[in-house]
T-cell receptor, first 116, second 113 residues
Framework: GAGVSQSPSNKVTEKGKDVELRCDPI?????LYWYRQSLGQGLEFLIY????????KSGLPSDRFSAERTGGSVSTLTIQRTQQEDSAVYLC??????????????FGPGTRLTVL | GQSLEQPSEVTAVEGAIVQINCTYQ??????LSWYQQHDGGAPTFLSY????GLEETGRFSSFLSRSDSYGYLLLQELQMKDSASYFC??????????????FGAGTQVVVTP
């Protein structure tokens, strides 16, 4: 079946504008994660969703960042009043989240955000 | 809190063996995973260790010592295509009693001819 998809693949915006990034997880995966990766850096956890539970927002860097997951599937990450330091690749991942095992995460190709 | 440490870069020649170490500190622990990421690509899962010992998958092996809070990824018979970043990630307990992956900063492996 299809993997995790993200759109757009690239986004260039002006400082102060709002942006929305979309993630379509693998069908049937109950867990969905958002990460941020700056050039040459590791993965910075932002937020994750599991089923109908309240999302874990502990990684969101400021209140300009928010995310929703509708119908337990598609997720949108919104960044308001973008700043230049928000420039990064935003990665989405999903997993089937079993009780045991690796909780293997399947990543999308990412959205490269550039804030001018 | 949680923290993971791994070397920032390792360089080796084709055919060599590379070991990437990862030490971690977590409040509770489920297992240690490894992911590979090529430049411009998405991370992909390589291996997972929940119990002490060595797991082998082809040219790649992963080791875990829970008592030492330590693991490593062993890359054997290095090939040029193995040039990539390698991340260790820990599944650790969080408030929802399930756990989420915490990634290390990554190790850039450079394979030279």
């Amino acid at each position: 079946g299809a993997g995790v998809s993200q759109s757009p693949s690239n986004k260039v915006t002006e400082k102060g504008k709002d942006v929305e990034l979309r993630c379509d997880p693998i069908s049937g995966h109950t867990a969905l994660y958002w990460y941020r990766q700056s050039l040459g850096q590791g993965l910075e956890f932002l937020i994750y969703f599991q089923g109908n539970s309240a999302p874990d927002k502990s990684g969101l860097p400021s209140d300009r960042f928010s995310a929703e997951r509708t119908g337990g599937s598609v997720s949108t990450l919104t960044i308001q009043r973008t700043q230049q330091e928000d420039s990064a690749v935003y990665l989405c991942a999903s997993s089937s989240r079993r009780e045991t095992g690796a909780d293997t995460q399947y990543f999308g190709p990412g959205t490269r955000l550039t804030v001018l | 809190g949680q923290s993971l440490e791994q070397p920032s870069e390792v360089t080796a020649v084709e055919g060599a063996i590379v070991q990437i170490n990862c030490t971690y500190q977590t409040s509770g622990f489920y297992g240690l995973s490894w992911y590979q990421q090529h430049d411009g690509g998405a991370p992909t899962f390589l291996s997972y260790n929940a119990l002490d010992g060595l797991e082998e998958t082809g040219r790649f092996s992963s080791f875990l010592s829970r008592s030492d809070s330590y693991g490593y990824l062993l890359l054997q018979e290095l090939q040029m295509k193995d040039s990539a970043s390698y991340f260790c990630a820990v599944r650790a307990l969080t408030t929802d009693s399930w756990g989420k992956l915490q990634f290390g900063a990554g190790t850039q492996v450079v394979v030279t001819p």
